[in-house]
C-alpha cells in the first residue's frame, strides 16, 4: 500500500467483455509511452511487445467468433499474456506511485499512467467540474466551501505541466480558445480566508474540448 493511501489496481480479468478490455489497454499503451513516461521510463513490457500481445490476442479473439475449434482457447491464451502484461505495468506504476511527493501527484502519477486506484471517491474525487460549453469553451464549476473563497485555474496539455489560466472570486469560470478535438487538464486550488489559507491543488481533470 502507497504511504498516501493511493492502490493501483489492475481493472482487468479474463472475464472482461473482449471490447471494452482491448479499449482499455490501448489506453493504457497510448499513456504508457507519452503522458506516463515521466513516471515510468522504461516500461516493462515495452509499449511495442505490449501492443504486438495485444494485437495477437485482437487476431485470436476475432477467429473465436467464429466458433472454429481451438479458437477460443487460443484467444484465452492470447487474453492472458496481455493481462500479464498490465501486471507487470501495475507494478511500476504502483512503485511510482509510492514514491511521489504527496496525495495529489500519487493519483496524478495513477492517471497519466491511465491505471485506476482503490476506492479513489473517498480521497480523490476532485472539487470541481467540467463540461464543454460551446466550440473551443469548457465550463470549470468549483464547490464552495467557504465564504469569501477564491480560486485559482491552472491548465495542461499534457496532464504534466500546468500553466497558470485564471484566479476568480466566482466559483466558476470559462475556459476559451481552446482547441477543438485536444485533451486538456484542468486543476484547482482554493484561497480561504484567514488561517486556512492557500490549499493545495487538487486532483485534475481531463476533457476533450469540442
Given amino acids: 500500500m502507497s504511504r498516501h493511501a493511493v492502490e493501483v489496481i489492475l481493472g482487468l480479468t ?11 489497454v490501448e489506453a493504457r499503451i497510448t ?17 511495442v511487445l505490449a501492443e504486438t500481445h ?8 476475432g477467429l473465436a467468433k467464429n466458433h472454429a475449434a481451438g479458437t477460443a482457447a487460443q484467444a484465452k491464451i492470447s487474453k492472458a499474456v ?8 501495475k507494478v511500476q506504476v504502483q512503485t511510482a506511485v509510492d514514491a511521489a511527493p504527496d496525495l ?8 497519466s499512467c491511465h ?8 480521497f480523490s474525487k476532485a472539487p470541481f467540474t467540467i463540461r464543454n460549453a460551446g466550440i473551443g469553451i469548457v465550463w470549470l464549476i468549483a464547490k464552495v466551501i467557504a465564504k469569501h473563497q477564491a480560486w485559482v485555474w491552472e491548465i495542461s496539455t499534457d496532464g504534466i505541466t500546468y ?7 466566482e466559483a466558476n469560470f470559462l475556459a476559451t480558445g481552446l482547441t477543438s478535438g485536444r485533451r486538456y487538464w484542468f486543476r484547482c486550488r482554493a484561497i480561504l480566508p484567514k488561517k ?7 486532483v485534475a481533470l481531463d476533457i476533450v474540448v469540442t
Fill in 82 to 89: 496481455v493481462i500479464k502484461d498490465m501486471k507487470k505495468w
Fill in 104 to 111: 495529489a501527484t500519487a493519483i496524478l502519477i495513477a492517471q
Fill in 115 to 122: 491505471f485506476p486506484i482503490k476506492d479513489v471517491s473517498s
Fill in 31 to 47: 499513456a504508457m509511452g507519452t503522458t506516463g513516461l515521466p513516471y515510468v521510463a522504461v516500461p516493462g513490457p515495452t509499449t
Fill in 54 to 61: 495485444l494485437e495477437k490476442f485482437k487476431q485470436d479473439a
Fill in 196 to 202: 486556512a489559507g492557500t490549499q493545495p491543488f487538487s
Fill in 163 to 169: 500553466t497558470f489560466l485564471e484566479c476568480t472570486l
Fill in 14 to 24: 479474463p472475464t472482461t467483455e473482449n471490447g471494452e478490455f482491448v479499449i482499455e
